[in-house]
Each structure stands twice: as C-alpha cells, then as structure tokens.
C-alpha cells in the first residue's frame, strides 16, 4: 500500500535547503494542530514504509487520529508544565517538532517532514531541547529509538547520543514487539 503523504504538486521533486534564521521555534498552538499532525504522519510512514511492515488503511487512519489526539493533548493546555511540544516552522509551514519532558530529560518525539530531512530541521530541534533542559538544570538527554530506524540512529549518533541498552518493548501504535535502544547525552 502507498504511504500517505502531504506534499502538493509544486512541492514535489524539487529541492529544500535552510539557512541561518529560516526556522522559528514555537509552542503548538490549535492553528497548527492539522499541520503538526500531517508532519508526524509523513515522517513516521517514512520510517515504517522502509521496515517492511504490513499496515491497512485503517491502521494508518488509526495512527493519525492517535497522533492528532497527541498534538490537541498540547494545544489544549493539558500537559504538564514540564512537557514540551515544540513546532519548527519554516516560511510559516510546520516542518518538524519535538515532545519534552523536562522533568525527566526524556525526548518522547522528534519528527522532521520527509521533505526537510537532512537540512539540519533535526539538528536545530535537538539544540532547542538540550537548551531547554539546560535551562531548567538537568544535565542529560534520554531517548529511545525504534533499532530498525538506522537514520534516526545515525543522526542521534552524530548529536552526541550513546546507546545505554537494548530492549525489546511492545509498541502499541505498531501493536508488536520492536527493539528498542535507550540513547543518552551528558549535556
């Protein structure tokens, strides 16, 4: 099955680059819920898409209504104070975000539009949070990353991260077992 996507006609094929000063940082606000949605959508079936895993059309509404009911979570003022969602943005359009809790140093998401990948949309998000927890005094940074999902392991690598440990976990998006490792940085 095609993997959705949000990308229009004009957008295809043609080539993105940043420079200093074009990405903004902001807390999701209810404008952005659409948009932050698509975005994580787009970057997780790029990852799943190259996993060889089998998913139905309802599976993958399944995940966008869970990942909607994830960005209005935010937009709603329900998190904790110490939980994080931030928006990058470029010319305005959402382009990636990251998840935070800032009372455990725990990096729950970072997801960059297949579009914007590899234009340091990822590397900007990560500097965001580390400041972030600098700011309120941790001194490292956790996460955990799907073994399979070799980009993302490489890019955590060349932030900084080392892998603490390797385990099987039950993903209930994915509604399987999956090898998961558990990254950290000092900061």
Known sequence: MPLPHSINEEGRGTSLSLSAGDLT?????GADVDAATRCGL??????IGGNSFDFSAND???MEAQLHAFMMYYAAGQADPHDLLTLAKADGAVVGFCALDCSTSYLSDLCVDPLWQRQGVGAALMEDARGKLRQVG???LTLEVFAQNTRACSFYRKQGLEVMERKVKYDPLLKRNLLKMVMRQVL
């Not at 940082?25 to 606000?29: K, S, V």
């Open 138 to 140: 941790q001194n490292h």
């Open 60 to 62: 993958i509404t399944q």
């Open 25 to 29: 940082f902001g807390p999701l606000c």
């Open 42 to 47: 787009d970057a997780w079936c790029s990852v």
